[in-house]
């Protein structure tokens, strides 16, 4: 395909997402390329509406505009540039380019007072630049040298023009700067009439200031971009020296490199409010912070703030409101915050004796509650005002300010049908309104509306409500209250010994199925030991629970115990030692006499200093020796178990135990190792009868908002390839390839960012981006819930399937399908139906008396089949 074509593709991207941060650039690069100047005009002016431009891209639109309107009139629309790119970032090299421009008008009238206007602004704003300073600083001395030249014919204009000079030169080495002893060293050669004492004495000044600066300034060099932390560590100590300029500077250069960086911002920003509080500096700067970052909802709210601090007319703060509303926040709390700090600003406006700001804060409210419920309410599943914050500032108002009580209680009306009226709380919020603004009469009918239907706290609005009747009522009145406050909390007493009965109930029951559960065990251990009795002259096979118990374990939970890390889940037994009738075992293999003779060693056994080994190829060779140089590298080994089946091969799983628990965090950190092609699962060795609750999942199953999950990833993908492609958007934690247990990639993978912003900020530009001819999508991590049904094999009841939250275009949740296969659904039947022929009663070895699934073990499925 052509570029026109690549083009179209572009702007119908945009078309349907104009904040594709990515799309814009790229589109840019193909008009520059294709040479379409004007069309490049437009694309740049459109991005540069949406979003802030980086350093980069503004000096090549200057310089392209620069060389388009060589013309004298035009030189007013590159100054119109100049000044846009000078808001976006302080860039020493921006402001350099936009006095060199400059210089090439000063023949124009006035030109040289503009000139040395524009370098002032300059050395104004990066003057205090620590490496990047003293080019601004030289630039502007060069030009008046330049012009000392056509003033030598009047003395007196020569003699400004040097006093110009010097002054240049002392106010530079004033400054502490990279190189200063060069600059002094030019001044010492310049000035006739040498270095007076009060610019020496300056100059030291300067220089112990720079080596204070210098450990700071060396750190920054050595980093990798963003340098987060060291801008950090750099802004703690200007901050600690307290010098307003230099805190000022340092916070310009932070934002130049981390500039999606909430908190950042809102650092500098809560700054320049309390110590500088210089207006123009304060209001952009709250604007450049909103610009970056739109999905910050706290940004917005002290942009409010500091507008109406500042005294910024009504249409401008409802102008960056409405912007607020649109700037797309991640959860809904956001919106409520946002719309009661426009509301706090409208009502802040009212003298309630005018009717004009009254009824603009009214129509507010009024939105806001219709914002909630028809925006905020469809998009997140949840209005964010649970207590309904807004509603309750409103009926305050009302009562207070306006004295209209009877507003006021409708409004209270409409909060508690929200499902607020179980709460004591709200009662009282609402009968202290009625206590200071309205009548005994409704008080009295608020209390008892409150000992009614509170289920969180009766006895307290219970003795509110006898407290009132103790100052305000009757006899008849305190009758009352007595009466309804007796039934009530008798029938409170009652609810409660119910429930209480009922959880004790719940507890017998289940140590009735744990005892059962114990009892079961104990009688099929019997069983076997029974049977195994019986075997003579047939060659012992060792059984899954003599395999267990040996290291601590329980029969039946030693199989499942590993499964929640993904390794090889069989309900197999678990043989290890014997061969079969003399088969050569394979290498690596150990005969049942010596692994026997350690596990009769108590002390050998230890889960503590061990580790579970699974998700190994059933091939690999000498699986003891290469086990053992995986894990020497995490201190001194005991042991190491593989496990082998009855007939000699290699299962793939197996423990390796340390002489110190020291080594088990070291040996954790190998899981996902690859091993011959296959991913090796690392896993504690827990006893699950002591630590029932123990899970060995572990990834989150729940709302992660700092990490994203991206599905349809070409296979191709590499760890490092989806790292580059998404370091542009924040600070990486850890990048996470999903594979099958072969090894072999899904096209899915989570990647965890350093905080929530950089995560929605990834989820708005990458969704949707093609990678390699592939297009992913990219959404905020919600993984799907899982407990001890989700294992492979386990009947999951339909009540358990709860629905998830949909979390819009941020958090998508997914659809959850049982994959169950319908003959184990048969298990959960009424005892006594007939299958095949056969009552599920005469099976006991499928079922128990508490109803759990046990396993079928190879002598159960020979005679299910032999009865066919």
Known sequence: QGPPNIMDKQRKSLSINAFDYNCHVDLIKLLKQEGELVRLRKARQKMSELFPLTEEIWLDWLKDEIRLTEEEPNREK????????????????????????SIGGMGSPGGIDKVRSIFERAVTAVGLHMTKGQTVWEAYREFENAILIPSREEQELLKAQLERIHTLFRRQLAVPLMD?????????????????????????????????????????????????????????????????????????????ENCLVPDMWAKYNTYLDRQLKVRDMVLSTHERAVRNCPWTMGLWKSYLLALERHGADHH??????????????????????????????????????????????????????????????????????????????????????????????????????????????????????????????????????????????????????????????????????????????NRVNEQRAKVAEKEANMVRQEEDRADQRRKNRSDKKFQKKTQKGTRAGEKRKVEQDDYHNE????????????????????????????????????????????????????????????VFISNLTYTLEEPEAKLRTLFEICGPIKQIRPVFSNKGGFKGYGYVQFESSVSVPEALKLDRREVEGRPMFVSPCVDKNKNPDFKVFKYNTSLEKQKIFISGLPFSCTKEQLEELCKSHGNIKEVRLVTYRSGKPKGLAYVD????????????????????????????????????????????????????????????????????????????????????????????????????????????????????
């Open 78 to 101: 590159v100054y119109e540039l100049f000044e846009k790119a000078i808001k976006d970032y302080i860039c020493p090299d921006i402001w350099l380019e936009y006095a060199q421009y």
């Open 551 to 610: 290291w601590n374990e329980d029969s039946e939970q030693a199989p499942k115990r590993h499964r929640g890390n993904g390794d090889q889940t069989t309900d197999e037994y678990m043989e290890t030692e014997t061969g079969l009738f003399g088969k050569n075992a394979p290498p690596g293999y150990k005969p049942a006499a010596a692994q026997r003779q350690n596990d009769d060693k108590p002390e050998l056994r230890n889960d503590n200093c061990s």
């Open 180 to 256: 200063m002893e060069a600059t002094y060293a030019e001044y010492e050669e310049w000035s006739e009439q040498g270095v007076s004492e009060g610019v020496i004495h300056q100059y030291r000044k300067a220089l112990k200031q720079l080596e204070k600066c210098k450990p700071y300034e060396e750190s920054l060099m050595a980093a990798e971009p963003p340098k987060l932390a060291e801008y950090q560590s750099y802004l703690d100590f200007e901050l600690k020296e307290g010098d307003p300029a230099r805190v000022q500077i340092t916070f310009e250069r932070t934002m130049a």
């Open 753 to 868: 960012f350093g905080d929530e912003a950089h995560a929605s900020q990834a989820v708005l530009k990458m969704d949707g981006m093609e990678v390699e001819g592939n297009k992913i999508s990219v959404a905020i991590s919600n993984p799907p819930r899982r407990n001890v049904m989700d294992k492979p094999g386990s009947s999951r009841p339909g009540a358990d399937l709860m629905p998830r939250q949909v979390f819009g275009s941020r958090g998508r949740g997914r659809t959850q399908l049982s994959l169950l296969p319908r003959s184990l659904h048969r298990q959960s039947e009424p005892a006594g139906k007939v299958e095949n022929g056969t009552a599920a009663a005469q099976n006991p070895a499928t079922t128990s008396t508490a109803g759990e699934t046990k396993p079928l073990s190879n002598s159960d499925f020979a005679k299910m089949l032999l009865k066919k």
């Open 316 to 489: 401008t703060v409802s102008d960056v409101f409405e912007k607020a509303l649109n700037a797309g926040f991640i959860q809904a709390t956001d919106y409520v915050e946002i719309w009661q700090a426009y509301l706090d600003y409208l009502r802040r406006r009212v003298d309630f004796k005018s009717s004009k700001e009254l009824e603009e804060l009214r129509g507010a409210f009024a939105r806001s509650l219709d914002y909630m419920k028809q925006d905020v309410e469809e998009r997140f599943g949840e209005s964010g005002d649970p207590s309904c914050l807004i509603m309750q500032i409103w009926a305050r108002i009302e009562a207070l300010h306006c004295k209209n009580i009877q507003k006021a209680r409708e409004l209270w009306d409409s909060i508690m049908t929200k499902g607020n009226a179980k709460f004591a709380n709200m009662w009282l919020e609402y009968y202290n309104l009625e206590r200071s603004y309205g009548d005994p009469v409704h008080c009295r009918k608020a209390l008892h509306r409150a000992v009614q239907c509170t289920s969180d706290y009766p006895e307290h609005v219970c003795e509110v409500l006898l407290t009132f009747e103790r100052v305000e009522g009757s006899l008849e009145d305190w009758d009352l209250a007595v009466q309804k406050t007796e039934t009530r909390l």
